[in-house]
Structure formats: structure tokens, C-alpha cells
């Protein structure tokens, strides 16, 4: 499975970015796939994932009510619409796909994409 993210920049504090993840491969091993970030000095964490067949959705609490998560399974694609955004979203954001729960860990996610940098400014 490869993945290919895309759509990171530089945005005022209450703008929005809509990041999109482009899988190829065996899309079927994705299973769940998910959107992680990691700002400079801190881990990275799970913001938001999704069930590939389902669609069941888990949002992180940090931004819950901001960010949206969906899938394209004919164009094979996930897509993190993120709104109102804060300073602290500063960070890169990376797609995961494989994880066999949900919404599962950081290491249970085997496929990883490049990472595309949001930059929030105050």
C-alpha cells in the first residue's frame, strides 16, 4: 500500500485546510486508515481515524467539532477537512493506513505516507 498526502500550507488561526490522502496498492489490507500529527518536540498522536469498509469514524478530543474525516472508496482516497483552526494544529500531519483495530495505535499502522506540514499563525 503506498500513500501519497497532500494539501498542508500556512493558514490564519480560524482558517481551514483540507488535507486529502491518496491510497494505491493493495487498498483492501487498509482496513482502517487514519490521519496522525506530530508537532516539533512532541509525539505524534491520532487525530482522526476511519473504518475503510464501514466508515465508523473516531475524532480526537482536541479536535473534535473542527476536523472531519471521510473516505472515497472508488477513488481511494481519505480526506481530513479541518476548520477553525487553532495555533496549537501546528504540526505534520501524516496518513496511516493497515490497522487492523479501531481506531487504532500508532504502531498498528504499518503503511505511512510523507508528511505534510499545517502551519496555523496566530
Known amino acids: 500500500v503506498q500513500l501519497q498526502a497532500s494539501g498542508g500550507g500556512l493558514v490564519q488561526a480560524g482558517g481551514s485546510l483540507r488535507l486529502s490522502c491518496a491510497a494505491s496498492g493493495h487498498i483492501f489490507a487498509t482496513a482502517v486508515m487514519g490521519w496522525f500529527r506530530q508537532a516539533p518536540g512532541k509525539e505524534r498522536e491520532l487525530v482522526s481515524s476511519i473504518n475503510w469498509s464501514g466508515g465508523s469514524e473516531y475524532i480526537a478530543d482536541s479536535v473534535k467539532g473542527r476536523f472531519t474525516i471521510s473516505r472515497d472508496t472508488i477513488k481511494n482516497t481519505m480526506e481530513l477537512l479541518m476548520n477553525s483552526l487553532k495555533p496549537e494544529d501546528t504540526a505534520v500531519y501524516y496518513c496511516?493506513?493497515?490497522?487492523?483495530?479501531?481506531?487504532?495505535?500508532?504502531?498498528?499502522?504499518?503503511?505511512w505516507g510523507q508528511g505534510t506540514q499545517v502551519t496555523v499563525s496566530s
Open positions: 496511516a493506513a493497515g490497522s487492523k483495530r479501531f481506531p487504532g495505535t500508532l504502531s498498528e499502522y504499518p503503511y
